[in-house]
């Protein structure tokens, strides 16, 4: 069976894009932490990151570097933290989040109803700041 993910990779689910190539993607969280707090997600299911394979893992660190300037640009945060936890879904994802302190990065200070215009706001500048920095992967899907 599919993961929620992979729904909303295949479209059956909504979500707002902001990076897509031949490996991963990546969306915003519909329970941000922070405003544009933004999963990359690769496109093969892999319930834990060590199951990933070595060429993929790179990847989408090398996604998350971009995503993460775009993030940076975008908010200007203290630092755009990076962090694998993977017990919400089945399928490795990796959360980047604008932080001003570490509390920044609990889970239980989620929004878990954010304004749905202040989430496709956040996709827009973060897609825009990717666009600003030259980025290959810039989502067109919304």
């Known amino acids: 069976?599919?993961?929620?993910?992979?729904?909303?990779?295949?479209?059956?689910?909504?979500?707002?894009?902001?990076?897509?190539?031949?490996?991963?993607?990546?969306?915003?969280?519909?329970?941000?932490?922070?405003?544009?707090?933004?999963?990359?997600?690769?496109?093969?299911?892999?319930?834990?990151?060590?199951?990933?394979?070595?060429?993929?893992?790179?990847h989408l660190f090398e996604v998350c570097h971009e995503i993460s300037g775009a993030i940076d640009q975008a908010y200007q945060p203290e630092k755009v933290g990076l962090m694998i936890a993977g017990l919400e879904v089945p399928h490795l994802h990796i959360h980047l989040a604008a932080i001003n302190e570490l509390s920044d990065l609990d889970f239980a200070g989620v929004d878990r109803d954010p304004d749905a215009t202040a989430l496709d706001e956040a996709a827009s500048r973060i897609r825009q700041a990717l666009r600003d920095r030259g980025a290959a992967g810039v989502s067109d899907r919304g």
């Open 1 to 58: 069976m599919a993961t929620l993910f992979t729904m909303i990779i295949d479209g059956d689910l909504p979500g707002r894009f902001v990076w897509e190539d031949e490996v991963c993607v990546a969306f915003l969280t519909i329970e941000p932490l922070t405003p544009g707090h933004t999963l990359v997600v690769p496109r093969r299911e892999f319930d834990h990151w060590l199951d990933a394979p070595a060429d993929l893992r790179a």
